[in-house]
């Protein structure tokens, strides 16, 4: 180890020994100790993007961006793919703060009536994977009533999005999916992701809102694959990302203050 590298890590030691846990963990796991209350949770570039080009006045910290949207603060974290990358980065941000997080991006179809650009929401998460099973068992968890409706109502306001309020079953593999997996997952949700059941865990934990609001990538009963040989209607989904963001600022602006304590329905 050179000189430099072991004086690095002495005065980083000094400073961390004088923080809480939950400042060393935003730190580790975001490149910042602080978050806003409210915190948009994609996964794609893309909609990482995307979501940070609708704050007003974006600033990169750390790993993530903060802004405001209608006058209130908001941070901008990409969870990473899967429950296991989740996990980390929502712990880290309910723990400096986070109150309402709200996951934007996709997940898949499980049901063939569903099309690709469809907007999905989240009514329960299905845990599927073993982050959330290690903490919470195999039992549905909700998203936070006052979301949902605020979702219902700005939907409502959006006739040529086809939506659909369901059940999500969040899994641990994206490429090797089977028929076999789908027909198992398809008898307790209509589509499939991989991080929501963990954000909701985490957040009813902490008591804080939490909401997947999700555009439909493929629908694997119906033949839409994006990465298979057939025709695939690219420009559907990668327009639903705008629609995405838009019902993202909308359910924001809509917050009421002061936020209400989450009312857990079971």
């Known amino acids: ?55 007003r006045r974006p600033k990169k910290r750390g ?37 309402v997080l709200l996951r934007v991006d996709i997940c898949g179809g499980l049901e063939p ?21 290690l903490t919470a068992g195999d039992a549905d968890v909700s998203a936070s009533p006052l979301l949902l409706e605020l979702a219902g109502k700005v939907l409502a306001r959006r006739p040529g999005d086809r939506h659909h309020n369901v059940a999500v079953a969040t899994v641990d593999t994206f490429h090797h999916q089977t ?12 589509a499939v ?8 865990q985490l957040a009813r934990a902490a008591g804080a ?6 555009a439909v990538s493929d629908v694997r009963a119906a033949g839409l694959d994006p990465f298979g040989d057939g025709r695939f209607p690219y420009g559907d989904l990668y327009g639903s990302f705008d629609g995405l963001a838009d019902v993202a600022v909308d359910i924001v602006s809509n917050l009421p203050e002061p936020l209400p304590p989450l009312e857990q329905k079971e």
């Open 1 to 55: 180890m050179s000189i430099k590298s072991r004086l690095l890590g002495n005065l980083y030691g000094a400073a961390a020994r004088s923080r809480s846990r939950a400042v060393k963990v935003a730190r580790a796991e975001l490149g910042t100790a602080a978050v806003a209350p409210v915190v948009l949770l994609p996964v794609t570039r893309h909609m990482m993007s995307r979501l940070a080009s609708a704050l």
């Open 63 to 99: 790993d993530t961006f903060y802004g405001s949207v209608a006058g209130r603060d908001v941070s901008v974290v990409n969870t990473g793919v899967g429950a296991p990358s989740a996990e980390g980065k929502v712990f880290a941000c309910l723990g400096v703060g986070a109150r």
């Open 113 to 133: 009536g569903m099309k690709v650009g469809d907007v999905v929401v989240a009514e329960r998460a299905v845990p599927f994977d073993n982050t959330t099973r």
């Open 179 to 190: 028929d076999e997996m789908h027909r198992e997952w398809r008898r307790r949700a209509a």
């Open 193 to 200: 992701d991989m991080e929501t059941s963990v954000i909701y």
């Open 209 to 214: 809102h939490a909401l997947a609001v999700m």
